[in-house]
């Protein structure tokens, strides 16, 4: 009686932390991302799955057409070092770059700049990223548009996209091949 008893509490506990590690793993594997960042992560990437954030530097990867194929990688900028401010503070944005260094689009996801709802909360400002090379300038006026009013906002998160795509670029994607 005793021994069954102990057997049963055992095998509980033994239960119990094998649901434990179940739950932990489903989480890890990305069966658990948020479905807000999902339908902002689709957006860069229609077609792809993703992976779990990758901590160093902090990503995801977008796999298409098949999930053995990367097609490119997502990012926050707040989460890329040097931290770039605007006006009221950083912006956050979420940038989609594929595996040759071409922008695959824009979200801006959160801000506090006084002028945020007619420059960078407008839809033409993410727009005007997508097919962007990271080699380009992204400067204000020239190959990125400009606002009246809001010109530290518009300055801070071009430079912002531009500084963490190449980042990203530099420590997680192959060179291109040199041209003849």
């Known amino acids: 009686m005793i021994i069954a008893r102990a057997v ?11 649901g434990t590690f179940v739950t932990l793993a489903a989480r890890q594997s990305g069966a658990a991302i948020d479905p807000k960042l999902q339908g ?5 990437f229609p077609a792809a799955t993703f992976s779990p954030k990758v901590p160093d530097p902090p990503h995801y990867k977008a796999f298409a057409p098949n999930p053995q194929t990367v097609a490119g990688l997502v990012f926050w900028t707040t989460e890329i070092e040097p931290l770039e401010r605007g006006y ?5 944005m979420l940038v ?11 979200v801006v996801a959160a801000h506090n700049e006084p002028y945020g709802d007619f420059s960078v909360d407008r839809p033409e400002f993410a727009a005007q990223f997508k097919g ?3 080699r380009d300038p992204f400067r204000v006026g ?3 548009d400009a606002v009246s009013r809001a010109t ?7 430079r912002a996209i531009r500084i963490s795509a190449r980042r990203m670029a530099t420590q997680l994607l192959a060179p291109p091949a040199p041209t003849k």
């Open 142 to 144: 020239a190959d990125v």
């Open 8 to 18: 049963r509490s055992f095998i509980f506990l033994l239960t119990l932390v094998a």
């Open 152 to 158: 530290i906002t518009i300055t801070s998160a071009a």
């Open 132 to 134: 962007k090379s990271i």
């Open 96 to 106: 989609g770059m594929d595996t040759k260094g071409i922008l695959t689009g824009v």
């Open 88 to 92: 009221d503070g950083p912006i956050k």
């Open 40 to 44: 902002q992560l689709k957006q860069l």
